[in-house]
């Protein structure tokens, strides 16, 4: 009994002593005897001319299940393709899931080479891969398979269980079976534990879900994703407005939409990609300054308005003391402000009624302005013995924190409503946007209550 | 052929109004009829009445399908309990599949009505739920359920699909089957797959897979989801330290962790719990104020350090429009390195060497700090005419940009090795504190500057 005996490493060294010793028969043996995600991880880590005898070695068919673990990182996946025959990598392509083909061939700058591989392929396979990649990215069409098995209503789970056993090869599941009508359009689902369970003479149409929980092509994957959570569902089944069965997404798809979606609010709240992976400082930085020379701009009028107010702060220079506190305070209450939202409207679970969320938020600012403003107005009579300019510090955090509030709840809402995707409203934009807001409204009352007892 | 014919309101109503009327049979048939999800939405809908009826109308087993799918939100599938008498209640917990009645049990504040739950529920039940219990939190061993399928490797494929048959109405999930030794220790696994493709005779030693992709209970949850991401599982096993085959973690409860660390991960980005449903401002405001309030006395620092310079704000109070122009700008680049920084811990990809990632980060911040500071001058000089100015903002901005690179960088990888959470480490805190340094650091550079052409 042996379970992973070896490690990645140890792997990868033996396989490459194979390979660069032409042991084909003893590497076949041994590579194939290895779980396909270990293959993947072997192949991702040998260099080009290993490589190359792999694609000598091995069938593009045994190399396609290889090619559907691989994550296309860096344009590796294409740089792979660049290496083989046409014809080879047609086949290859024509091999796998077609999901992930289509995938490939997306991320493929030039159009002719994505002809090639198209005439090259078995032309079944060539019509599969046309029809998906003509799918808006981002959508269900876009991340469906067409491998899934389907089978008539009237015959017997018997029957239906031997169509299974003979197409389990190629379809990418086989633990839902899909009822369709002579036209294609689906009309129930079985799963293989109701196959397996009742007796086979039954027929299907007696034993067939037909309450079948499906998805639009042109369905946005986050709410895909979310509906594959809430059924506790292995796949789901994609139809066209005819009903009729056009594809299937299946769960690990949607577990790599999950994370990508995480990634894309994430990256939104830090105005930073955070899935991008950088090889080098230049690009690192190059990745950052865009966000960051754009909110420099913006924070130039935050800097125009203090320049406003340079009497007052020559004339009672305590005041500068607190600008920072205030803009650093609002701004932190900007930010979970925007988060909650953000995230509310990323899961759409109810429609929110516009005013009453608005009256929610302004009431919550207004909670957490009139707190920390008392805090605040503590501290300075504290600190500087002196109440005036405490309840003047402190009014005017309260008057930020319920700005930036309104401005982190608001806007992501806006954005929505007018197209745009919530969470590009970043939480650094957000922050300056409420340095200025939080800027102004200070000096003012600042001013106001200076000229009062003046 | 009727394809979801009504909506969710009208089964509401529906099944309310035949609660209302006594009317069991025709409940149950109607009922029982439904997918299990819109079951339990209806069910969560419905008022105390009409639930205390439901649970006189469905056996322990029917109702555990649907408490399988219900979401402890609010605590409200305590209150169900409450409302159950308590062996009924023992039965139901007894019915769900374990890893679901060990959360319900572990929200229950009450360690009595714990234990009478444990005596009245069957022995078998109780012992397994009790195991399962005393797991730490988010690990393998808390999520992970009981009910598996277990075989012998010395029978065939076509016992072990009998087998499988028999048990299909107990396991969580049939499409995996386990090969454990006289002691239980896992020594193999076939797919249903497996099963069904192949010949009945055939032995299920010869086309098991005994490079069994396994966690341990104590194993961390995250690693446990990226583990079925990295291998496309649609189950893990669960072993002990001596290779006992102990549960089973699904890819639906996967995909729940999934959400649950990305709602974490942002959650700690903003310095707000977003996964919280608050029903008032009051509550909202409550889970908002805490890092407020500590944020505030780390920015009332800041305004320390600011008071220290009034001598030098008093005689070029232009000095002054710049601040939350560099302490932003900053705090924005905090957040960016801060947010790739903790990506990347929570990925655990590779392990990086702690002297290549800091100067790793240290360029990348100089870079930016670079690019930044000269935009900053330019923009000075065009305002202001003055070189000299824009020379000090410019370098006291990269000087600010780099110092608040490296705290978004390093304070989360130090957490991470005193055994924090990383995520702690919030966008807020980070920008609060550079807010410090960067004011330090703007002001020791202009006095600086000040004092030399003094």
Known sequence: MEIFERSLEENIEIIHQLLAHNRMTRFRTEFLAL???????????????????????LSPTELA?????????????????????????????GAMYSDNAVDVLNSLKNR??????????PVESAREISKL???????????????????????????????????????????YVYVVDEEGRLTGVL???DLIVNEEDKQVKDFMNNRVITVQVNDNQEEVAQMVQDYDLLALPVVGFDQVLLGLITVDDIMDVIREEADSDYSGLAAVDVSEQHLSPFSAAKSRLPWLITLLFLGMGTSTVISQYQDVIASASILSAFVTLITGTAGNAGTQSLAVAVRKLTNKSE?????????????????????VGLAVMVIVLVWQHNLFLGAIIGFA???????????????????????????????????????LTSVFIYFSIASFFLNLIQ
């Open 133 to 175: 990649m003509s799918y808006m990215e981002e959508t269900a069409g876009a991340i469906m398979t067409s491998e899934f098995i389907s089978i008539p209503e009237n015959i017997t789970l018997g029957d239906a269980y031997r169509k299974v056993r003979k197409q389990a090869a190629e379809a990418e599941t086989i633990y």
């Open 397 to 435: 955090m309260m008057m930020a924190i319920i700005v930036a509030n309104l401005a982190g709840s608001l806007i992501p809402k806006l954005m929505d409503r007018i197209g745009f995707d919530p969470a590009v409203a970043s939480g650094p934009f957000i922050s300056t946007l409420s340095d």
């Open 35 to 57: 779980h396909n995600y270990d293959r993947a991880q072997i192949f991702a880590a040998l260099e080009v001319d290993d490589r190359n005898k792999i694609y000598q070695y």
């Open 191 to 193: 799963s293989l534990r």
């Open 351 to 371: 429609e929110d009624d516009f005013t009453s969320s608005l009256s929610f938020e302004l009431l919550t600012g207004a909670i957490t302005g009139l707190v």
């Open 112 to 121: 002719n080479q994505v002809n090639i591989y198209l005439h090259l392929m």
């Open 65 to 93: 299940d290889i090619f559907d673990m691989l994550e296309n990182e860096d344009d590796s996946v294409i740089g792979y393709f660049d290496e083989m025959s046409n014809s080879y990598a047609a086949s290859l392509l």
